[in-house]
């Protein structure tokens, strides 16, 4: 696959720091962008059109809402083709919140041994919150349910963390303990039929590397200072662990977060969509401690029908139009921070040279939060949890690291599959922090720059973002 890389500083240095990268970056030169016309969509890149071709949501649909469940050799198959290693236990999603309405715990099997998880409810609804299903014929309000999120550690081991979503037809978090990360998540999000009742348990250097995942910025602005300027930032509240010896109370600010799902999102998680898009939600949250800040799930829509659904195209630039238009026409109404469209499609953006290049998401500029008319964010159903939390980094103003460090810098922390080690070095194979350019196993921690990004932006444009004083995080 053609790539253009710096080969080395003075390379960088030389071409002003701007290059294409098909594989594994998202840059685009500023030259290639030009001011929206009053009334249009912003988006830096002109829409394309690009048809869903081959397009097999319908189908995916009908597997989800009918319960089939392929065999577990099938089941096996096609793990293999995502993940190197991974366990496999299957659980009664009813039974496990019995349990923990009555004792406080569940049980899960972490790695050979069986561990009781001490968990907590933490409501990530905002007091705006709404859960709309909208068919071809109407738009049906859900009621709010039981808080489904939780946070904890498990037994014994107070250092430890845990979020879990526990939703009657679904379950999904992540543990850490002991250093390790261990991913809980449905087998369907990984095989077509693999069932929510069964649970894929894995850790981040269990994913196999898939070349060509890129997020889609292209707006990266000039530093107006340097790095040391930034890095010199008074440290901010530390994250407090849940069960840790001692708590205080700390002032962090809450995102609204208003979600959208396109029909094919719906088709691969059926009537667990907002539940499972909570569940992300939870998630990130547990990642974005160091920067302050709490997400908060401010409204939720799913689209059930292809007929009722304004999201249509394949073009990366055309989807985050469509996703614009649709909120600047229809939901102005809606109190948010940032709207975010999860979708289910294959999402590609045209290059200049003729290559069609494939993207797994686009926050389209940085530093968009509380600018409600840019503050629009999209992304495919892949590696979620590393996925969004980078694309939110992007409207919070955290950029690729590329364009925060120094190369030699950013070749040691982020992955890179399709660079070779005579070229560029060797790739990080643990995987890098969440704001990678090249989206592949992160490690779902910020590094300490963008932190001090993210914290910048807040303190200088954040003022949408509500203040709340809480004893510990959520």
Request: charged share 20%; proline share 6%; with cysteine.
């Amino acid at each position: 696959m053609f790539q253009m890389r710096f080969r080395n500083e003075s390379e960088k240095r030389n071409t002003g720091g701007v290059a294409l990268l098909l594989a594994s970056a998202c840059l685009l030169p500023a030259t290639l962008t030009t001011p929206a016309a009053a009334g249009s969509c912003p988006a830096v890149v002109s829409p394309q059109s690009i048809p869903c071709s081959g397009n097999r949501a319908a189908e995916r649909l009908e597997m989800t809402l009918s319960g089939v469940t392929v065999s577990d050799f099938a089941l096996h198959q096609g793990l293999a083709e995502s993940l190197r290693h991974y366990a496999l236990e299957t659980v009664d999603p009813v039974a496990m919140r019995q349990q923990l309405d009555a004792t406080g715990t569940v049980s899960l099997s972490l790695a050979g041994q069986s561990r009781q998880l001490v968990l907590e409810a933490v409501d990530l609804r905002a007091p705006s919150w709404e859960s709309l299903i909208v068919t071809e014929d109407a738009d049906i309000r859900l009621p709010a349910g039981p808080v489904d999120t939780f946070k904890g550690h498990v037994a014994g081991q107070p250092r430890s963390q845990v979020r879990l979503l526990i939703d009657p037809d679904l379950v999904m978090g992540y543990v850490e303990l002991d250093g390790r990360r261990f991913f809980i998540d449905p087998a369907y999000k990984f095989v077509p039929g693999g069932g929510s009742n069964r649970l894929v348990i894995y850790q981040e250097a269990d994913l196999l590397p898939e070349p060509g995942i890129d997020c889609a910025l292209t707006e990266v602005r000039e530093h107006a200072q340097g790095l040391d300027a930034r890095s010199a930032d008074a440290p901010g509240d530390q994250h407090l662990v849940a069960g840790a010896p001692s708590k205080r109370f700390t002032l962090v600010r809450w995102v609204d977060f208003a979600t959208d799902a396109d029909f094919e999102y719906y088709a691969i998680h059926g009537s667990g969509t907002n539940a499972h898009i909570r569940g992300i939600v939870n998630m990130i949250n547990g990642f974005y401690g160091d920067t302050a800040l709490i997400v908060k799930v401010a409204s939720q829509r799913v689209f059930t029908s292809q007929g009722g659904d304004p999201y249509s195209t394949c073009s990366v630039w055309g989807q985050w139009c469509e996703l614009w238009d649709e909120w600047e026409t229809n939901r102005q109404g809606v109190a948010r921070d940032v709207a975010y469209l999860f979708s289910g499609k294959a999402l590609f953006w045209d290059l200049p040279n003729g290559f069609r290049h494939r993207v797994r998401g686009t926050a389209n500029m940085l530093g968009t939060v509380c600018d409600l008319d840019r503050a629009y964010v999209l992304s495919t159903d892949y590696r979620e949890v590393g996925l969004v939390s980078h694309e939110l980094g992007h409207a919070l103003d955290g950029r690729h690291l590329r364009d925060s460090l120094s190369l030699s810098q950013e070749l040691a922390l982020c992955p890179d599959v399709d660079c070779g080690a005579d070229t560029c070095g060797d790739p990080n194979p643990a995987g890098g922090p969440v704001m990678c350019g090249h989206i592949q196993q992160p490690t779902l921690d910020f590094h300490p720059v963008t932190v001090s990004e993210i914290k910048s932006f807040v303190a200088s444009s954040g003022s949408c973002l509500s203040p709340v004083i809480i004893p510990y995080w959520p």
